[in-house]
């Protein structure tokens, strides 16, 4: 009988999330395999807000942990990706009939820069009155305050494919596209059967980490025997693209209906608003925007730049998936929950919920929490080192798959 291929790591899934798990796997010299289905960052790390940030907005719930860990991330991937994530100015207007007055957005930046150890990219300052008529055409009209901090902005599907292609780099395999059928358990590790467009391949994996975002319980019901996990709730996030860019930099602004954080991004020559959180049931690959959240976003933005012509080019929606609760999506925690099916020796893991930002920490956690079920091995690198590059021929490959 041929033996199987045998791999350490077969993740499962090639968003943002999959690329950084068969990343930390092979920086640590485990044999990996990334399995997707579609194409890299297909799903919700094509369709993010493409920023890098510490989660400001965050701060009003509590999450102190994470906003200190995402700023920290941020640093990092300034330092490894420079030419995928830049600084940018983020400026946040407040009016007569701002809810969060001043004081608060104030406190709230010092507590930001405070997390971020105080660095001179977690500064802050307020923009003098003289400055306002530069700033896009931002409403002038009950306008008492800017503030302006720094933050990081990327290309989410470019990021994702470059942190596959250091994967590849270090010996990790891709099969994509290729469809996870089932995994059944095989004495210490697990039989896996993959599906690609022209062969069926059965491996040997000694770890499998269920890295589907939205995707990730319907995954979880073809491993045999069931690993644990739970209920979750999908949450679409709608962007809008408007024609026409601001230049300035990004803007940070409370929605009129609801006093919602909005943002106003410059991207690719157009202006992107988002995002929304609605609760959504359905196939993760049918949500779109709804009129009402296309409304939404293009209020907002005329309500904050009156003067500008609001032109409609596109429109998109992505999922995050948050544990399934009651009260409204905002007020979910948003930390990583990784769940294993062994506490001392793990040999599955899952992914729920998860960053943009923090993808590096929590692929770093997730070899972390493997580590005492694969065997030793020689280290071939180092996540928060290794340089990631920008590479214009990954968005297209000859065969029109951006894989």
Known sequence: MTELPTYDVVVLGGGIHGAGVVQAAAAGGWSALLVEEKALASGTSSKSSKLIHGGLRYLESGQLALVRESLAERETLLRIAPELV??????????????????KIRAGLSMYALLGNLA????FERVPRREWEALDGLA????????????????????????????????????CPARFEAAERDGDGWRVRIVAPDEERIVRARALVNAGGPWINRIRGRITPLP?????????????????AMERGIYYCEAPRDRRAVFTIPWKGR????????????????????????????????????RRTVTLVDAWAGLRVLPKGPGTAFDRPRETTLVVDDEARPTTLAIYGGKLTGYRATAEKVLARLAPSLPARERKGDTATLRLEADAADRVSPLGDPC
């Open 86 to 103: 830049k600084l940018v100015p983020f400026y946040v207007p407040i009016y007569r009939a701002t809810t969060r007055r001043p004081w």
């Open 120 to 123: 001179k990219d977690a500064w």
């Open 140 to 175: 002038l009209e009950g306008l008492q305050h800017v503030f302006r901090y720094n933050d990081g902005q990327t290309d989410d599907a470019a990021l994702t494919r470059a942190v596959v292609r250091s994967a590849r780099s270090l010996g990790a395999e891709v099969l």
């Open 228 to 244: 644990p996990g739970f209920e979750v709730d999908f949450v679409a996030g709608t962007h809008v693209e408007l024609d026409g």
């Open 271 to 306: 202006t992107m608003v988002g995002t929304t959180e609605e609760r959504y049931v359905g196939e993760p690959r049918a949500v779109e925007p709804t009129k009402r959240e296309i409304e939404y976003l293009v209020e907002t933005f005329h309500r904050y730049f009156p």
